[in-house]
């Protein structure tokens, strides 16, 4: 049966269009910005040069990152619009063609996602790495065109970087709990990006004008206010990889990838970002940041949670099956007041002869639903 004309809507292909295409403009800006600033000052070597090859590889790794998501996407709007899931809609670029040791719940539908974010992290940090330990970020001045303004900018752009990632992977209706989740994570992601260019920017002291023991201190914090930001570019993998999970694998995943995130965030993130602001704020009376109390709101939110999330956690591994409840702690797929929802795999229809490797089909989801529960379809989504 041939596809409906609505699994692949116009509008759909014009908006993940402008998306890959915004993220690559943003890409190429960032990219060249940074690399101005390495290569105006190694002057006389053409090694920062090939910082251009990390760039490109990075544009061609998210190009094929959105291209692969749209394919599974339109394909997932199939399956959702046929009764039967024809032979020829099944998804070719499934993990589990890569590798068989781990089941595709566990890789993740999209494992392009978080992986092409942890490549471009790996560049950009690289540079900032350079940046700072190179002394570049001494010599800027104020009053230049290139100066630390532009950099704190073009650091920043990482958030965009990533709402863009994001929406290339969600194609979820407005108002369904994925999107809800999407905008969260978009939405705390960038926040924390400007936390971390905020405290970057306590390492712009210029030596003429800032001389004694703030200075000094500073200069010995270099190492650890480095190391930290690098923490808070790579925690947002983790946010991907649930995104990239199955409803029916994130229902029983969210949890633990939650509380591991919101464990190192408050860890490596909150903690010693309050301590670094409140060490030179109370020693030396250094401009401290309104982002002190975001740190403080953080750890606790992160206490506030802890204890329920691991109560939850304990009983799901004392019981039978391991199975969560429907309506899970976690908030991940829960329904509206009065709803009680069981998500269950349909396994996936293939035609005669049909060679495909287990696990190369499309998840699909059955939704079983209490007599009195009043669930309407809009409020559920089963991929996005």
């Given at each position: 049966m041939a596809p409906s004309a609505t699994c692949c809507s116009p509008r759909h292909l014009v908006l993940h269009v402008l998306d890959a295409s915004s993220l690559i403009l943003v890409l190429?800006?960032?990219?060249?910005?940074?690399?101005?600033?390495?290569?105006?000052?190694?002057?006389?070597?053409?090694?920062?040069?090939?910082?251009?090859?990390?760039?490109?590889?990075?544009?061609?790794?998210?190009?094929?990152?959105?291209?692969?998501?749209?394919?599974?996407?339109?394909?997932?709007?199939?399956?959702?619009?046929?009764?039967?899931?024809?032979?020829?809609?099944?998804?070719?670029?499934?993990?589990?063609?890569?590798?068989?040791?781990?089941?595709?719940?566990?890789?993740?539908?999209?494992?392009?996602?978080?992986?092409?974010?942890?490549?471009?992290?790996?560049?950009?940090l690289s540079k900032i790495v350079l940046i700072v330990r190179s002394g570049i970020l001494y010599d800027l001045s104020p009053q230049a065109t290139f100066g630390p303004q532009l950099l704190q900018i073009t650091i920043a752009l990482s958030g965009v970087v990533f709402l863009l990632l994001v929406e290339g992977h969600n194609w979820a209706p407005r108002g369904s709990p994925r999107y809800l989740f999407v905008t969260l994570v978009c939405g705390k992601t960038a926040i924390e990006i400007l936390d971390t260019v905020s405290l970057l920017s306590l390492l712009h002291t210029h030596p003429v004008r800032h001389l004694g023991a703030l200075h000094a201190a500073l200069q010995g914090l270099e190492?650890?206010?480095?190391?930290?930001?690098?923490?808070?570019?790579?925690?947002?993998?983790?946010?991907?990889?649930?995104?990239?999970?199955?409803?029916?694998?994130?229902?029983?995943?969210?949890?633990?990838?939650?509380?591991?995130?919101?464990?190192?965030?408050?860890?490596?993130?909150?903690?010693?970002?309050?301590?670094?602001?409140?060490?030179?704020?109370?020693?030396?009376?250094?401009?401290?940041?309104?982002?002190?109390?975001?740190?403080?709101f953080g750890i606790i939110l992160a206490l506030r949670g802890l204890i329920p999330d691991v109560t939850e956690l304990v009983r799901r591994r004392r019981t039978a099956d391991g199975t969560p409840k429907p309506a899970a702690a976690n908030g991940y797929l829960e329904g509206g007041a009065g709803e009680l929802l069981e998500l269950q795999p349909v396994p996936c229809v293939k035609e005669a002869g049909d060679a495909a490797a287990e696990g190369d089909c499309i998840p699909r989801l059955a939704i079983e639903q209490a007599p009195d529960a009043r669930t309407s379809e809009s409020n559920i989504s089963a991929h996005a």
């Open positions: 190429v800006l960032q990219g060249s910005v940074l690399n101005y600033y390495i290569i105006d000052h190694y002057k006389s070597s053409v090694n920062p040069y090939f910082w251009f090859l990390a760039d490109f590889a990075t544009v061609f790794v998210f190009a094929g990152t959105l291209t692969i998501s749209y394919q599974y996407l339109t394909k997932v709007r199939f399956a959702e619009n046929d009764s039967k899931l024809p032979s020829g809609a099944m998804f070719p670029l499934s993990p589990k063609r890569l590798t068989r040791r781990f089941p595709v719940s566990r890789l993740g539908i999209m494992p392009l996602s978080y992986c092409s974010w942890l490549i471009y992290c790996t560049f950009l190492i650890p206010i480095t190391v930290l930001c690098c923490f808070n570019f790579v925690l947002p993998a983790l946010a991907l990889y649930k995104l990239s999970l199955t409803d029916v694998s994130a229902e029983v995943l969210a949890l633990p990838v939650s509380l591991l995130y919101n464990l190192l965030h408050m860890m490596l993130i909150d903690l010693p970002y309050l301590g670094v602001r409140l060490y030179l704020w109370l020693n030396y009376d250094h401009s401290t940041s309104v982002l002190l109390m975001k740190n403080v």
